[in-house]
């Protein structure tokens, strides 16, 4: 038995599902190698999938380089830093994440049928989903706990805050903050964003940057430091930083995923993934995936 698929192309910021299981099930293990992350990345695939009754997935992955550093060398250099100072444990159980992170783009992910995995040098996932979500002729869903996304809700997109599991539609994303997403990259190239070391003008946070925008803030002393900011080049350097995609040439081709019963038995038994096999829980396997 089958269940009706919905149209809806779910997009998974991979990295965000990828650390979020990391400090969830990290710790799990088979034959002495971690398989934690590897667990718990799919486990929150396969409910995603159930939520929404589809089984149409991208993933988009980091790149280790960026683009973004060439203009502005400080960019998320807060995060270089606070790995430098984990303890020998935590560095350890970072560096196998990753391991896990690899594994699961280059083979897992590809073995279980889903055949839309990007990554591209230079860019970070957010420039990926960005360029998917142009095609306007189909619906989106992102999944992500990365604020910056929120520019590109939109009639055809929605936003699933993986963190407060919650979805962010246009008119709700209105109702929180009283402007259109469309507006919220300059939100966040007046305001900065902290979590990627990017400066913005001294004072103004988010609200007041929708002020700003809004046309309530038109005087005094922080009405100045923006215009000053756009006068030094400082809020134009941020758009460069924060407007999703960086530029216009990621080309990628969407195809069909390929999703087979055995191949999900061979995964899960590779890597001992007992509960997959539960027959409750791979009978809604079975039906979301079309086994």
């Known amino acids: 038995m089958t269940i009706k698929q919905n149209n809806q192309i779910l997009i998974i910021d991979s990295n965000a599902l990828g650390y979020r299981a990391l400090y969830t099930t990290g710790n799990l293990s088979h034959e002495k190698s971690r398989t934690g992350v590897i667990f718990g990345f799919l486990h929150q695939v396969f ?10 997935i991208i993933f988009c ?3 280790k380089q960026s683009f973004r550093k060439i203009i502005y060398p400080e960019y998320k250099s807060g ?4 790995k430098k100072e984990l303890s020998g444990k935590e560095k350890y159980n970072l560096n196998d994440a990753y391991r896990q992170f690899g594994l699961l783009k280059r083979e897992i992910l590809f073995k279980l049928g889903f055949v839309n995995v990007f990554m591209e040098p230079g860019y970070e996932s957010d420039d990926l989903i960005a360029a998917i979500t142009k095609d306007k002729k189909n619906e989106y869903i992102i ?3 990365d604020s910056d996304l929120y520019q590109l809700i939109s009639d055809n997109v929605s936003y699933h805050d993986l963190g ?5 539609t246009k008119k709700i994303f209105y109702k929180e903050h009283g ?4 507006y919220w990259a300059e939100v966040k190239a007046i305001a900065g964003c902290a979590t990627d070391d990017v400066l913005g003008i001294k004072g103004i946070g988010d609200n007041r940057a929708i002020d700003y925008i809004q ?3 038109n005087s005094g002393k922080l009405f100045e430091r923006i215009k000053e900011g756009k006068d030094n080049g400082v809020i134009e350097r941020n758009r460069k930083l924060v ?9 990628l081709k969407i195809k069909k995923n390929e999703f087979k019963r055995e191949k999900f038995i061979e995964v899960f038994n590779r890597h001992s993934f007992r509960s997959f096999l539960e027959i409750a829980y791979f009978k809604g396997l079975e039906k979301v995936f079309e086994l």
């Open 47 to 56: 409910k995603i999938a159930k939520k929404y009754k589809s089984n149409h």
């Open 61 to 63: 992955w980091d790149s």
């Open 79 to 82: 995060r270089l830093k606070k």
């Open 143 to 145: 999944f992500s706990n």
């Open 164 to 168: 407060k599991d919650k979805l962010v």
């Open 179 to 182: 402007i259109d997403p469309d």
């Open 215 to 217: 046309g309530r803030l």
């Open 243 to 251: 407007c999703l995609p960086f530029d216009d040439d990621i080309k």
